[in-house]
């Protein structure tokens, strides 16, 4: 981990039900959290007003995606302004499943990350390789045109998480190495110092996302460029994610 403070967010993807997720928020309000650690979970929209009001405060709650502008007639989307309204102060934004199952692109994403932060939501940034497109040895120009498309859209940083996520890691049990993720780490905060600004590389958490659970995280967590995690599969189960969140203590 670097200086900057610790980042854990809980992704529930589109798992839950009234009963399961009650019981998970009874799971997190039980646990003990290390105070060096940002920790945020997204549950799908419809539980977000339900995870408000009976999560403890000391965790913040993210939506999954929104809307890429002002709400109005965009049948079966939710505005920025209506997570902001139900007390929402995260989205997560360019998922590789909305990316690669819905197939949303750079410059879609890129627009909603503006609109979301001029809303005062917080952004996770997220990017990240397929598989073939790391063996073909483009993983590096994968992620900065995705960076690039973010970097075109965002002028104040503050408030935006990077999420390191290669889609071959994600949901697969096939976690990257902690030199892997390094690697990409390092990487993006030289591309952020080069095309943004060394304040901003210096300053911005860049967290890993991708099969991490509560075994693996400490290692991970060791890397100097790993600022924390995305958490997936793992994020559903309290006394794991308890463990991911303080990994780096
Ligand atoms: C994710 O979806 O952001 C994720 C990292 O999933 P998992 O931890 O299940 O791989």
């Known amino acids: 981990a670097g200086s900057g403070k610790f980042f854990v967010g809980g992704n529930w993807k589109c798992n839950g039900t009234k009963e399961s997720i009650s019981k998970l928020i009874s799971d997190l309000n039980a646990a003990t959290l290390e105070n060096d650690v940002d920790v945020v979970v997204a549950p799908p929209f419809i539980y977000i007003d339900q995870v408000k009001n009976s999560l403890t405060d000391r965790i913040e709650v993210s939506a999954q995606n929104t809307w890429i502008g002002k709400g109005g007639a965009f049948t079966g989307e939710i505005s920025a302004e209506q997570l902001v309204d139900i007390g929402c102060q995260w989205v997560i934004l360019g998922h590789s499943e909305r990316r690669h199952v819905i197939g949303e692109d750079d410059q879609f994403i890129g627009k909603k990350a503006a609109y979301a ?42 408030d935006v998480v990077i999420a390191y996520e290669p889609v071959w890691a ?59 995690f995305l958490v997936g599969g793992a994020s559903l189960k309290g006394p794991d994610f308890a463990t991911i969140c303080n990994s780096v203590t």
């Open 117 to 158: 932060l001029s809303q005062n939501l917080k952004v996770m940034a997220c990017i990240g390789e397929l598989l073939e497109e790391r063996e073909a040895g483009k993983t590096f120009d994968v992620c900065f045109k995705q960076m690039k498309a973010f970097a075109d859209n965002i002028t104040n940083w503050t």
């Open 170 to 228: 994600i949901g697969t049990g096939k976690v990257a190495s902690p030199e892997q993720a390094q690697e990409v780490h390092a990487a993006v905060r030289d591309w952020l110092k080069t095309n943004v600004s060394a304040d901003v590389a210096s300053s911005v958490r860049i967290i890993y996302g991708g099969s991490v659970n509560a075994a693996n995280c400490a290692e991970l967590a060791k890397k100097e460029d790993i600022d924390g």
